[in-house]
């Protein structure tokens, strides 16, 4: 039996025919879509190709130095070699398809000719294959001459593997000026949106002291490389490079010599000392204990090490020169003693008798010698410290008057100098503790404020300027501890201006009498300053004490500030100790260390201070 295809009428052949149409016009579509994207769009695709096959490397700047007035380096870069390998050098004189197998086996060959095992492992290897397969692996960092030696005369097949030098931060000092000069860490890359790289080196940024402030100028320029890689991923050529640039540098007023004699005369005990230059301002020497070695922060802090020195109580991270904010004791009557002849000229002549005690209604206020110091001048109060002769001078001249004067000296408020975290300190009013405490001020804090306790509080550095004013008749500097800066393409340094904020009304007679006093307490054989004598220097000073912690603790933080020589003096110096028994007893000795240094010692260029 016979089958017939039934085509449906006269619209089977329609529907052919409309098949076939459909087919080819189809196929032509596909003829113009390829021609177009042969022949038309080829050349976008070829981009396309060229740029995936292109990687952008960032190349970190180099940081600019960081010197003393003389020039002495403080912070610079050293050259590092550490030792990589090129995983696209061991797959080709390998040949073999297992990179990681083959890098292993190299890496062990040539740890064993060098003595010292590999700071990568497998798992290292296999993560840089994956992330960063164009670019060298680090597998010994920061070798030695000897090391380099010993790789360059004993191994003889180098392929795959070489020497990629860096450049590391350094601390000649050490642990010398560390808190002012402060240290560096890895800078963040940017976000994926704004960061054009496909590998991004970081540079080091500065997180604290002079390293942080001036940042901008001591970061260098990044430079780059653009590498073609193959389609599996490992470099084949660098197509091209731009070199990184220098950064600026920056030259302190610090004499490195001078930092170095603070630096051992205040010791391990915790405290501070600051010299600075009455005649401009000048920080000559800046120094805060406990501290730490900046070199242990590069390449990176360890992480016990970080966290022995943020948990220690005696917190060495903080620069107690100018973040630490303490009531200054007795190293303030100076002020009293001024502010109160300013207001009246004839206390200078007054004698007050001081039986060891003032008595205000059921309080009683004590001199620091209980027997009392009996009838006394103000340049003997002076010298002998005598706190019942300055409870009655607070008294006669009021808390205002004394505010008023410790405001126009600058305390109270930061000093401006270029470093993070200065504390502005306090200086207390009646109007301040009615804020504060909702209470109203009473003789007793006028007795503490005249001696330089009770609610006052100021820094290192401040002291070291009011020291500066009274060895200069009343000028008022802001401290300079930046001298100059240096672009990255200029030969010599912009000098930073001195600046004079304020000009204290002293009368000349007052002033003279206040700095006789202060002279014959580091002079006189009963001052409270006479362990700070050298033999052959005449100058001035007043020490101090103060209380501090739990009344039941009875600890003490010793003062002392000076200015030398008493004529035409070039030094003011603010140095202050935890756990003294005195500022004459214990600050003494350490004040003398350090004179003798600034005036018996080496030759500190003190000429150079000049403005």
Known sequence: MKMRLRTGGPAGPLRLYLV??????????????????????SGHYRDRMERQSLRRIR??????????????????NRAVYHLALYPEEIRQISGRRDVVEASMERIARIGTILGRPAQVDEEDLRTHLYKRRPLPLIVWRDLDAAAVAHWSEQVADKRGMGLYPVAWRRYPAHDVAAHLIGYVGRADPPADGENPYDYYLPEMEGRRGIEATCDELLQGAAGGKLVRIEVSGYRHEVVAERPPLRGGDVRLAIDIDIQRAAHEALGAIPGAVVVADPRNGDILAMASAPGFDLND???????????SLR??????????????????GSTFKPVVALAAMQRRPSLAREIYDCPGYLKLGRAVFHCWKRGGHGRLSLRQAIEHSCNVYFFRLGMEVGPEVIAANARALGLGERTGIELRAESPGLVPDPEWKRERYGAPWTKGDTCNYAIGQGFLLTTPLQMAMVASALANGGTVYEPRLVLGRRPADARDFDPEP?????????LELPLDLVRAGMRDVIMSPRGTGKRARVDGLVYAGKTGTAEYGRKEEGKKRGWMI????????????????????SGGRTVGPKMRMLMEHLFNGPETGGEAHDA
Do not use: C
């Open 20 to 41: 076939g149409a459909a087919m080819g016009l189809g196929l032509l579509v596909l003829a113009v879509q390829l021609f177009r994207l042969q022949v038309h769009r």
């Open 562 to 581: 000076a200015f030398a020589p008493y004529e035409q003096p070039r030094y003011a110096v603010a140095f202050v100790v935890d756990d003294a028994d």
């Open 59 to 76: 190349m970190p700047g180099l940081r600019g130095r960081i010197s003393d007035r003389h020039g002495a380096p403080l912070a610079d």
């Open 498 to 506: 001195v600046r004079r904020v304020g000009t204290m009304n002293w």
């Open 311 to 328: 948990k220690n109580p005696d917190r060495p991270l903080v620069n107690r020169a100018v973040a630490g904010a303490y009531p200054p």
């Open 297 to 307: 922060f590069i390449p990176a802090i360890p992480a016990d090490l970080w966290a």
